[in-house]
C-alpha cells in the first residue's frame, strides 16, 4: 500500500449502531487529520493529531470520537449519529515542521445514516 | 486571519481550450500555497505547491500556477483541457505547522 489508506470506502449505518473509520498513511508522516465534507458545504477540519496528541478539536460532536495509537493509523469512532452527518469523511497526513506542510488524503469513506 | 478565496464557484470550458482558476490570499508573510484537485466521489490530489523560489510552479497532469504578489493571488492555469479534468479544484494555504485553509473550491466542467 501506498500513500493514505481509509477502509471502509462507502458505510451505511442506522442511528443506534456504533461503527468506526480507519486511515492508514504510508508516507512517515507524523501529523493526520480527519475532515467532513459534506455536499454544497466547505471542507470541516474536524481533528488534528500531530505525534498522537491530539491539538484541534473543532467543536465536534462527542458522537464523533478520534483515536490515534501510533503516528500511522487514525481511527474515528462513530456513534449514534445523525442523518445530517452523513458526508464524505476524508483523512490525511503531513510532516509537521520541517516539510512543507502539504496535506495528503485517503480516498475517503462515504457515510450514510438511515 | 489568513485565508484564501475563490472567487469562481463554477467554470465551464471547451475541451482543448485555456483554463484559468482564481485564488487571492490573504497571509502577511510569503505564504505556502498549494492547488488540489478532487474527483467526484474521490479524496483530494496535490496538483502543485509553492512556497519560494521560482513563482511560476509546474504541477501534475500538466497544470502549472503563478504566485504574484503584488495580486495576493496564485491561479491555476491549464493551456489546453482534457475530458478529465472535469472535477472540483481547492487552493490552499498553511496556517501554522499543521493547519491549512482551504478555499471553497470551484467546480470545473468540461463540455466536447
Known amino acids: 500500500e501506498t500513500g493514505v489508506t481509509q477502509t471502509p470506502r462507502h458505510l451505511v449505518m442506522g442511528m443506534t449502531n456504533k461503527k468506526s473509520l480507519k486511515c492508514e498513511q504510508h508516507?512517515?508522516?507524523?501529523?493526520m487529520y480527519w475532515y467532513k465534507q459534506s455536499a454544497k458545504k466547505p471542507l470541516e477540519l474536524m481533528f488534528v493529531?500531530?505525534?498522537?496528541?491530539?491539538?484541534e478539536n473543532n467543536s465536534v460532536p462527542s458522537r464523533f470520537s478520534p483515536e490515534c495509537p501510533n503516528s500511522s493509523h487514525l481511527f474515528l469512532h462513530l456513534h449514534t449519529l445523525q442523518p445530517e452527518d452523513s458526508a464524505l469523511y476524508l483523512c490525511?497526513?503531513?510532516?509537521?515542521?520541517?516539510?512543507?506542510?502539504?496535506?495528503?488524503f485517503g480516498p475517503g469513506t462515504r457515510l450514510t445514516v438511515t | 486571519a489568513q485565508s484564501v478565496t475563490q472567487p469562481d464557484i463554477h467554470i465551464t470550458v471547451s475541451e482543448g481550450a485555456s483554463l484559468e482558476l482564481r485564488c487571492n490570499y490573504s497571509?502577511?508573510?510569503?505564504?505556502?500555497l498549494f492547488w488540489y484537485v478532487q474527483s467526484p466521489g474521490q479524496g483530494l490530489q496535490l496538483l502543485l505547491k509553492?512556497?519560494?523560489?521560482?513563482?511560476l510552479v509546474q504541477g501534475i497532469k500538466g497544470f502549472e500556477a503563478e504566485f504574484k504578489r503584488s495580486q495576493s493571488s496564485f491561479n491555476l492555469r491549464k493551456p489546453s483541457v482534457h475530458w478529465s479534468d472535469a472535477a472540483e479544484y481547492f487552493c490552499?494555504?498553511?496556517?501554522?505547522?499543521?493547519?491549512?485553509?482551504f478555499g471553497a473550491g470551484t467546480t470545473v466542467t468540461v463540455r466536447a
Open positions: 509553492y512556497f519560494s523560489g521560482d513563482t
Open positions: 493529531y500531530s505525534l498522537e496528541e491530539r491539538v
Open positions: 490552499a494555504g498553511r496556517e501554522n505547522d499543521y493547519k491549512l485553509s
Open positions: 508516507l512517515g508522516h507524523n501529523a
Open positions: 497571509y502577511g508573510a510569503t505564504p505556502y
Open positions: 490525511a497526513s503531513s510532516q509537521r515542521a520541517g516539510g512543507t506542510y502539504e496535506q495528503y
